[in-house]
């Protein structure tokens, strides 16, 4: 099959499953990138999305230009992002259209919105657990991932979340450094 069709069904079915956000469709992407179609390897999916977290913009936007880009170039990378950003656009409009044609009541779009909550966060959590154990085969990361916890739950760095990741880096690269002196 043509890798521009598998790539707009591949984030096409990302994007209607990433209404909880883009760390919530980290789940959805490695199943669709690593599992199904083995567009990448665990490894390689790792880094992407260490580059897309680091890019400015959506981590599943950038995740999807990535692939995108790594499988069919520029019109992968245009082909990709588009049905990642274009697919809950359309869904949203006709949700919203359907609801103003049937005159849905405010209790049942409450109720409607939190029937979504339980699987907002099983894909949160799921993709929580495949990040931290991605972080836990280096005995620095075994230390870095408490220390970055406590700083977003209990310290000052909570209100500023990327202080705890410029801190958890930084020591990150100067025990790399200690190491390489030894």
């Not at 984030?11 to 990448?40: D, K, P, T």
Request: aromatic share 8%.
């Amino acid at each position: 099959m043509n890798e521009l069709l598998l790539l707009a069904l591949a984030f096409g079915r990302i994007s209607l499953g990433s209404f909880a956000g883009g760390l919530a469709s980290i789940a959805l992407i490695y199943h669709e990138v690593v599992i199904h179609y083995h567009w990448l390897s665990p490894e390689e999916f790792e880094q992407m999305i260490s580059l897309a977290q680091m890019s400015p913009g959506p981590i599943a936007v950038n995740a999807a230009t990535y692939i995108g880009k790594r499988l069919a170039g520029l019109p992968g990378a245009a082909v990709a992002t588009a049905f990642m950003v274009g697919t809950p656009i359309i869904l949203l409009l006709t949700i919203t259209y359907t609801i103003k044609f049937f005159s849905i009541s405010t209790k049942a779009k409450h109720k409607i919105t939190q029937s979504l909550r339980p699987g907002v966060a099983a894909l949160l959590t799921a993709s929580a657990l495949r990040l931290l154990s991605s972080s836990l085969g280096e005995p620095i990361y075994i230390l870095l991932t408490p220390l970055a916890l406590f700083l977003l739950l209990k310290s000052k760095a909570k209100d500023q979340p990327s202080l705890a990741i410029i801190l958890c880096g930084a020591l990150a690269v100067a025990t790399a450094l200690a190491a390489r002196a030894l």
